[in-house]
């Protein structure tokens, strides 16, 4: 029996011995020709940072330095197959317009076609990988920069050793997409917070999975695909009311007009009848149209964050103040702003301080433009008005001791000054903030404009309907208690706001609001056409 044993152990031996010598080498040549593939990509990848991958100036160095840090293998690609990570990277820059970012600006077609011929193998194959594996790694880089800075700030900030500590930024996001098992969680945990870049998000996201319904249901040649009775109504909706609040343009034109009177009649829209196609591509063409102005204001938006969760936000367009707690917006006032010629600017600055019966030192340019031909018209005029005259330095002057006919646009030595009281040009009430524009918000001794439609009319200010409700939320009780007694004796007092808030003023033709209605609102500083021309000339130029 033992030597039974012994004869079945020495022919298993011999069995293992005579397999292993008769693969070897087979598994000698695969794995040489592994090596010799990888040696290949990465030689390739090497060779690839000896010129300009994409326009962005300094994006190839940073690119280079991360490759060189993993001494030049692929990112992206293993053995020739993508791994789980670049399958999500691809993902990721295939859908770029979900995230309101423009797909021309990503090399779609080069990595489509490149990912097509991942089945092939061969060493004249590793060339096209490392191709494709830089590529995605720049697209990887682009799509964490626009997601969180846009479009226009993003070519900025690749485009000049000033923003170096944003470009680290980025390059640390990415390697941490490396790190993780997850691209798309370090990209969701890359993007801002704050409430308008969520809602903007959701809103991009909802209408391309319509508009991909109505592509997918064009492309049927079979005829037998139909929208959802849901998805129509949807798009509908979303043509049909996105032009309210002062808009001047129509997204809907005669025939999906016809076609939403024919739907809502029947609840029925039937693609096979010969008029559907057509009238399918009228409403694509439609609904398109509201996506544009989308993707534009989600951009500027990007350019000037939110990141305090209580502030005070005007969109200048739609002559609307907001304010927010908590990053949710609990009361909105009326508001007038700056005229076509005297512009409001988009501005950041911290709330500083709320003024009762506020004195008004008229700004430079009123002064010079205005008030001055006025007096030399009229030298009774600083008295009919009841302003004063000071120095610079504070010191009262008399009208009537003064050349008018020296004083002139270059030649200004005083400051106007109008006394507190109802007929102040900033009212009763003023809200200082941070920002070197002299730029306040404050009441107005004019308040029947509130009754325009059209409210772009002062010299850059903000105008508030209602001051004294917006001085409530902004103090707290005992600063409001102060507040209420200057107000009742009518007299000038300044009280610091110790809370931590900041004042937003934005420019954004078309908003978000909480419940996802989008609101789009009149060009009245006309920079659409403008910013639009500089988001399509910001977008990178592929090598």
Not at 45 to 63: C, G, N, P, W
Not at 222 to 230: D, P
Not at 477 to 500: E, G, P, R
Request: aromatic fraction near 14%; proline fraction near 4%.
């Amino acid at each position: 029996m033992a030597t039974l044993f012994a004869y079945k152990r020495t022919l298993t031996t011999l069995t293992l011995i005579t397999t292993w010598i008769f693969f070897f080498p087979f598994f000698i040549g695969v794995n040489s020709s592994v090596n010799r593939f990888d040696d290949v990509l990465h030689n390739e990848v090497r060779r690839l940072f000896q010129e300009q991958i994409v326009s962005y100036e300094f994006m190839t160095d940073r690119l280079n330095e991360v490759y060189k840090a993993n001494d030049f293998k692929a990112l992206w690609i293993e053995n020739g197959k993508m791994t789980l990570k670049g399958s999500q990277l691809v993902n990721l820059v295939q859908n770029v317009s979900f995230q309101g970012l423009l797909p021309k600006a990503f090399p779609l077609k080069a990595i489509n076609g490149l990912v097509a011929d991942m089945d092939k193998n061969g060493e004249r194959y590793a060339n096209n990988l490392a191709v494709l594996d830089v590529l995605l790694s720049a697209s990887g880089m682009i799509y964490l920069t626009q997601i969180k800075y846009g479009i226009v700030k993003g070519e900025e900030i690749w485009s000049s050793s000033d923003f170096y500590s944003q470009q680290t930024e980025i390059v640390q996001a990415f390697f941490a997409m490396q790190d993780s098992t997850s691209v798309n969680e370090v990209v969701e945990n890359y993007k801002p917070e704050f409430f308008q870049y969520r809602k903007f998000e959701e809103v991009l996201k909802s209408r391309n999975d319509l508009v991909q319904e109505l592509l997918d249901v064009l492309s049927d040649k079979t005829g037998k695909s139909t929208l959802s009775s849901q998805s129509m109504l949807d798009i509908f909706q979303y043509i049909d009311y996105c032009y309210v609040d002062n808009y001047d343009e129509y997204f809907i034109s005669d025939e999906v007009s016809s076609m939403k009177k024919a739907y809502l009649n029947s609840k029925f829209y039937d693609p096979s009848k010969p008029e559907s196609p057509q009238l399918a591509w009228y409403l694509l063409n439609d609904f398109q149209k509201t996506l544009e102005p989308l993707v534009l204001n989600f951009d500027r938006l990007k350019q000037y964050p939110v990141d305090k969760s209580d502030y005070v936000w005007v969109n200048i367009p739609s002559y609307k103040l907001e304010m927010y707690e908590s990053e949710y917006p609990i009361e909105q006032f009326n508001v007038i702003v700056g005229g076509k010629s005297t512009p409001t600017p988009v501005l950041t600055g911290s709330l500083r301080s709320v003024v009762a019966y506020p004195t008004w030192s008229i700004p430079r340019s009123i002064t010079v433009n205005e008030v001055l031909p006025a007096i030399k018209r009229n030298s009774n005029y600083l008295a009919k008005k009841g302003y004063g005259l000071q120095t610079w330095q504070g010191e009262r002057v008399n009208p009537d001791s003064v050349a008018w006919e020296n004083i002139s646009v270059n030649n200004m030595p005083f400051v106007i000054v109008q006394p507190a009281g109802n007929y102040n040009a900033l009212g009763v009430v003023k809200f200082t903030f941070d920002n070197d524009q002299n730029i306040y918000l404050h009441d107005t001794n004019a308040r029947g404009y509130f009754n325009n439609e059209y409210r772009a009319l002062s010299h850059g200010c903000i105008r508030l309907q209602e001051p004294e409700k917006l001085a409530g939320l902004v103090l707290n009780s005992n600063q409001h208690n102060l507040f209420i007694s200057k107000m009742h004796a009518k007299s000038t007092q300044h009280i610091k706001v110790t809370k931590d808030m900041d004042v937003y003023l934005r420019y954004l033709t078309c908003e978000v609001k909480i419940d996802g209605t989008v609101y789009y609102y009149r060009d009245i500083y006309e920079k659409d056409d403008l910013d639009l021309q500089a988001m399509h000339a910001s977008v990178p130029h592929w090598n």
